[in-house]
């Protein structure tokens, strides 16, 4: 309902979903309840508006501010909190060029893990609170210390790493590789390609995907 002028006494006002009452947010608005009670705007600030209310001494009136919450500084929503990228990648070459490609186009913060030990280690639910968890994992399958589909094996095994996303890059265009990466549970399977151009744009469609589809906190 829309406020009307303070002096249309003859006007009812309606409630909104029963317990709402909306009136214009400007001074000498005002809105009649019935006959006999009018509340009417009579002054306006940045946070706040008072209101007068006419009403017969018969019809209790209680009187209260409500002062405006003060924002909480530190709460931050999921979505004003950068999308986090794990890359685990050996190749110093390779990790700086997908942290290039990512970050130059992409709001994410970037952790780069260069073993599939410290990959699993940065993943691991025993790791410290304050310690944020990736919300996808770019993973390299050709690694000094493990093959990538052993560390693709233990994030899908993990109960509590099961749900986050984990794409694989490889070198290797083999139908055979492709094919265990999704079995074991690869969101995707990406052959990197020998073109700047072409691997560049596949990373930024990828985690642009992701980052809209949804986060594993």
Same mark, same amino acid.
């Given at each position: 309902?829309?406020?009307?002028?303070?002096?249309?006494?003859? /006007? %009812?006002? $309606?409630?909104?979903?029963?317990?709402? &009452? #909306?009136?214009?947010?400007?001074?000498?608005?005002?809105?009649? =309840? @019935?006959?006999?009670?009018?509340?009417?705007?009579?002054?306006?600030?940045?946070?706040?508006?008072?209101?007068?209310?006419?009403?017969?001494?018969?019809?209790?009136?209680?009187?209260?501010?409500?002062?405006?919450?003060?924002?909480?500084?530190?709460? /931050? %929503?999921? $979505?004003?909190?950068?999308?986090?990228? &794990? #890359?685990?990648?050996?190749?110093?070459?390779?990790?700086?060029? =997908? @942290?290039?490609?990512?970050?130059?186009?992409?709001?994410?913060?970037?952790?780069?893990?260069?073993?599939?030990?410290?990959?699993?280690?940065?993943?691991?639910?025993?790791?410290?609170?304050?310690?944020?968890?990736?919300?996808?994992?770019?993973?390299?399958?050709?690694?000094?210390?493990?093959?990538?589909?052993?560390?693709?094996?233990?994030?899908?095994?993990?109960?509590?790493?099961?749900?986050?996303?984990?794409?694989?890059?490889?070198?290797?265009?083999?139908?055979?590789?492709?094919?265990?990466?999704?079995?074991?549970?690869?969101?995707?399977?990406?052959?990197?390609?020998?073109?700047?151009?072409?691997?560049?744009?596949?990373?930024?469609?990828?985690?642009?995907?992701?980052?809209?589809?949804?986060?594993?906190?």
């Amino acid at each position: 309902m829309r406020g009307v002028p303070s002096q249309t006494r003859t /006007t %009812t006002g $309606r409630t909104w979903r029963k317990n709402m &009452l #909306v009136i214009d947010r400007l001074r000498n608005t005002g809105v009649c =309840i @019935g006959e006999h009670i009018r509340i009417r705007v009579l002054r306006t600030g940045a946070n706040r508006v008072r209101l007068g209310i006419e009403a017969p001494r018969s019809i209790p009136v209680f009187r209260e501010e409500l002062k405006p919450k003060a924002p909480d500084l530190g709460a /931050t %929503t999921e $979505r004003e909190q950068p999308f986090r990228v &794990l #890359v685990v990648e050996d190749d110093p070459s390779h990790a700086a060029l =997908i @942290g290039l490609v990512i970050q130059e186009r992409l709001s994410t913060c970037l952790t780069v893990a260069t073993s599939g030990s410290e990959a699993l280690r940065l993943l691991s639910p025993e790791r410290e609170a304050s310690a944020a968890r990736p919300n996808l994992v770019l993973l390299d399958l050709n690694l000094p210390d493990m093959p990538g589909l052993t560390v693709l094996e233990a994030i899908k095994t993990t109960q509590a790493l099961r749900a986050l996303p984990v794409v694989v890059f490889s070198g290797l265009e083999r139908a055979e590789t492709a094919r265990q990466s999704l079995d074991l549970g690869a969101n995707a399977y990406v052959p990197k390609s020998t073109s700047f151009d072409e691997f560049s744009q596949r990373v930024v469609r990828i985690v642009d995907f992701w980052s809209q589809v949804g986060r594993v906190a």
